[in-house]
């Protein structure tokens, strides 16, 4: 990456500009350089003619030895550390008057992982590129953290890593806090957590579950404690989804009863004294069931 790219891509960050960069580019990641005259800064390992780029319409790549590949990938990774640390350093000095705060500032990183990961499929193959991703991103890195210890298998592991990577794509650029924007997001977080139990055996589902959520690890340990099949576990955290979604739908709604909550807390109740038993609700609610308030 050069230098006058390492300042057009600061400019960028600084100037708040990720809307109008990101309507100048394809919607998935560009498999070729930007057009002629876009304004969008050409990516680190993208010169023209480079020896061993990727042939993207054709899908053939030109074999590069081992050293030029590493080294490449190397000096893509270097340069887009360079401008996330100079990004960071003028957030920090700007405080409160960087244009458009915080989340303008993340977006504006999500954009650049975006644009790093681009250039690295240039140097990589799919399988080279998914490699390094489940080692050193945070949807690879909470993977491995979830599922180690476990018995899941390399291939299970791999398989929860596409989904979750998927997951965090879709929301890598939305910051919006609105109750219909965190209803979307735990909706499709909830999907996705259904089809990455599907890949596990129910014990190492669980451990994924509560790898995220420390909620799920206190009715982990109760199910456990009590002697009760993990199907019991599973059938907790659907209750909670349940009473999550339902929760936030109440707050997006345009007159929500004054009643609905306290019905939800009921019917909630309802259900985890079938799961669990009758007097699981009352005697657990600072435990292992504290994020169900209290009528």
Request: proline share 7%; hydrophobic share 45%; charged share 30%.
């Amino acid at each position: 990456m050069s230098p006058m790219r390492r300042f057009t891509w600061a400019v960028l960050l600084v100037a708040g500009t990720a809307a109008l960069w990101l309507a100048s580019r394809p919607a998935a990641p560009s498999r070729s350089g930007p057009a002629p005259g876009s304004g969008t800064p050409r990516a680190a390992g993208r010169e023209p003619g480079a020896q061993g780029e990727t042939t993207r319409d054709s899908g053939a790549a030109a074999p590069l030895p081992a050293e030029e590949k590493r080294a490449r990938v190397e000096r893509i990774k270097r340069d887009y550390d360079e401008v996330r640390t100079r990004a960071a350093a003028d957030y920090a000095a700007a405080g409160g008057s960087f244009p458009g705060g915080l989340n303008a500032f993340l977006r504006q990183l999500a954009l650049l992982e975006r644009e790093k990961r681009a250039d690295l499929a240039t140097v990589l193959s799919a399988a080279e590129l998914d490699e390094l991703e489940l080692a050193e991103t945070n949807a690879g890195q909470t993977v491995r953290r979830a599922l180690a210890g476990t018995g899941a298998a390399e291939a299970q592991v791999r398989a929860v890593f596409q989904l979750e990577r998927e997951f965090q794509d879709r929301f890598a650029l939305v910051f919006d806090l609105t109750p219909a924007a965190l209803l979307e997001r735990q909706r499709v977080r909830d999907q996705y957590d259904e089809r990455i139990l599907a890949v596990l055996e129910p014990a190492d589902g669980l451990a994924w579950l509560a790898a995220r959520d420390g909620d799920q690890g206190l009715m982990n340990e109760w199910v456990r404690q009590r002697g009760l099949p993990p199907g019991v576990s599973l059938e907790l955290w659907r209750i909670k989804a349940g009473f999550v979604l339902r929760r936030l739908e109440l707050k997006t709604a345009e007159k929500p009863s004054p009643l609905a909550l306290g019905e939800l807390i009921r019917d909630t109740e309802r259900r985890l004294a079938a799961a669990a038993g009758p007097d699981a609700p009352v005697r657990e609610r600072d435990g292992a069931f504290r994020w169900l308030p209290r009528p």
